[in-house]
């Protein structure tokens, strides 16, 4: 089934194209042997430090990598050419990180050192100058110099391009993202994936990402058929949305929107949307983590992984008002303000959960730790960072609160990088037990973690040498993925969803379901991160 694209993000024949462009090749690999990680030998080239004739480089669209990326005159014979020096001859894999806003091709002429790879390469329109794609074609190098040339060959010139992966295919550049969507679609078809929650709400969003990256239609389409089960052709919705988990997705929703323009996916968004107007909020405003009596007054780290980045793409794709500008910032300092440890080692960290009647409700609340659990479970606190920096890609550059946001990771992911496993690279179940022989190391929080890191260092919120944190995290985080004999993946050490404690036996005694969608969400978020970032300087 083709999808709908929204004439508004179409851009206008004959002008010159901007764009945020595509996430590249996978970067971070397994080996052969299970639970063992390697990487492939992988080389990302920037276009705008590349040769550029008919061209210019820009950098007025935030999400290309290095300081822009290069936009080609609309013309025959522009090109921008690659100079590549690899250590030993052989195959490789040359990937093209693109966007083509128009609905025409922009096919090119690609040739190493002045032989015809492709003709007319085909660069497809991508839906919206904001979607990201890639194209790969097979070549052979010598040592020494190699020149990569991509020529537009008609008058539209060639798509946007940010930059030239060279990937050797070492260990059987196996992309792992996709091995996992591939995987859990042979698993489930949507109508036995699960039910409306947030764990297939953040599954489905990590498998759109993929599908940004890739194009490849059935991955959409799979998305589509499990929401239409809880839609129908109205956008009438059978959830009441009385906790902040039961709106995580509706990302997936707003996702559907921005790709089809179908009304009825925004008239079910804005459900949710409109049931915050009246939803419960603690004295000083932090959004309840559920209305059921046994929560009241709650503010949990998870909370704001469910609704706030929801909100605040509510307002950037569907409908922007004061409340989507201020709320989902202001959520994230408020939760802050509560389950923020501010001394010790730990300070940085956060605790789970706080309750605000001080133990009325919650049995765990500890009126010496000023309601709070007092036990820092690590998937709370992985939420807590995507949250933040989701929202910060969403919000403007102006927004009042954005500094403050900043602020917070500018705590938070150094209390990350201090507590990271020096040898697994990955996070412990309860972070600041790591010599605990109960304790283990979490394989979603881990993938959140990376995530949160990595996002930061992009975009410059903390110093760049947390990128080597980052870096561990990945390969910390693919070493708990693995084929199995059928040939698909699987993903191991992933904390079941759990409850708020005071007792740091329950979260040491967490089941492990193999495969859980919290392990899978988080993975396909991070893998397509560091994928297009690629590692750092070893």
């Known amino acids: 089934m083709a999808f709908g694209i929204r004439p508004s993000v179409i851009g206008r ?8 462009v595509a996430v590249a090749v996978v970067a971070g690999l397994l080996s052969a042997q299970p639970m063992t990680a390697a ?9 705008e430090a590349a040769t550029i004739s008919q061209g210019v480089v820009d950098s007025d669209h935030a999400g290309f990598t ?25 195959q490789v894999r040359l990937v093209l990180r693109y966007a083509n806003g128009t609905t025409a091709d922009r096919p090119m002429r690609i040739t190493v050192n002045g032989a015809q790879l492709a003709p007319g390469l085909s660069f497809p329109g991508t839906g919206s100058w904001t979607t990201w794609r890639t194209v790969t074609v097979q070549a052979t190098l010598h040592t020494g110099a190699n020149t990569v040339r991509a020529t537009a060959t008609t008058a539209g010139g060639g798509p946007n391009l940010d930059s030239l992966t060279v990937d050797d295919g070492a260990q059987g550049g196996t992309d792992w993202s ?4 591939d995987s859990t679609m042979a698993r489930l078809t949507p109508a036995s994936l699960g039910g409306w929650d947030y764990t297939r709400g953040l599954y489905l969003w990590g498998q759109y990402l993929v599908w940004q990256r890739t194009g490849e239609a059935r991955y959409l389409q799979y998305i589509r058929d499990w929401a239409d089960r809880f839609v129908d052709a109205s956008g009438n919705i059978g959830q009441s949305f009385n906790n902040l988990d039961n ?9 559907l929107y ?15 949307r409109t049931r915050l107007n009246t939803y419960p909020r603690t004295a000083d405003g932090g959004w309840w983590h559920a209305t059921s009596d046994s929560r009241q007054g709650q503010l949990w780290g998870d909370g704001v992984y469910m609704v706030d980045p929801f909100l605040a793409r509510y307002g950037a794709w569907v409908a922007g008002d004061s409340f989507t500008l201020a709320e989902p910032a202001k959520q994230i300092e408020v939760y802050w303000s509560h389950l923020r440890r501010t001394s010790g080692a730990a300070a940085g960290l956060l605790y789970h959960a706080y309750d605000e009647p001080g133990g009325l409700t919650a049995s765990w609340a500890q009126p010496s730790l000023g309601g709070t659990n007092g036990i820092s479970w690590c998937r709370a606190m992985g939420w ?29 992911v150094p209390a990350y990088a201090r507590w990271q496993d020096p040898a697994s690279g990955r996070w412990f179940q309860v972070v600041t037990e790591p010599g605990n022989a109960s304790n ?14 990595s996002r930061s260092v992009e975009r410059g919120y903390v110093d760049a040498s947390y990128r080597a944190n980052a870096d561990l995290g990945y390969r910390g985080v693919l070493a708990k993925v693995s084929l199995g004999a059928d040939g698909r993946s699987n993903i191991v050490d992933i904390s079941e969803g759990t409850n708020a404690s005071a007792s740091l036996g329950f979260y040491f005694g967490r089941a492990r379901p193999v495969n859980d969608f919290h392990g899978l969400g988080a993975f396909l978020i991070m893998n397509e991160q560091l994928s297009r970032v690629g590692p750092g300087p070893t």
């Open 13 to 20: 024949p004959g002008l010159r194209r901007r764009a945020v």
């Open 39 to 47: 990487r492939a030998a992988a080389t990302l080239h920037e276009a």
């Open 66 to 90: 290095g300081s822009g990326f290069v936009n080609y005159d609309n013309l025959v014979g522009s090109y921008v050419d690659f100079t590549l020096t690899p250590a030993q001859s052989g």
């Open 178 to 181: 996709k091995a996992v969507v």
């Open 247 to 255: 709106m995580q997705a509706g990302n997936v929703l707003l996702a």
């Open 258 to 272: 921005r790709e089809t323009g179908q009304a009825r996916y925004r008239t079910a968004a804005t459900k949710i």
């Open 384 to 412: 807590f960072g995507m949250a933040t920096v989701d929202i910060l890609e969403t919000i403007p550059a102006d927004h009042p609160r954005r500094a403050a946001l900043i602020g917070i990771l500018r705590d938070l």
């Open 440 to 453: 283990w190391t979490e394989t979603s929080c881990s993938a959140m973690y990376t995530y949160t890191i």
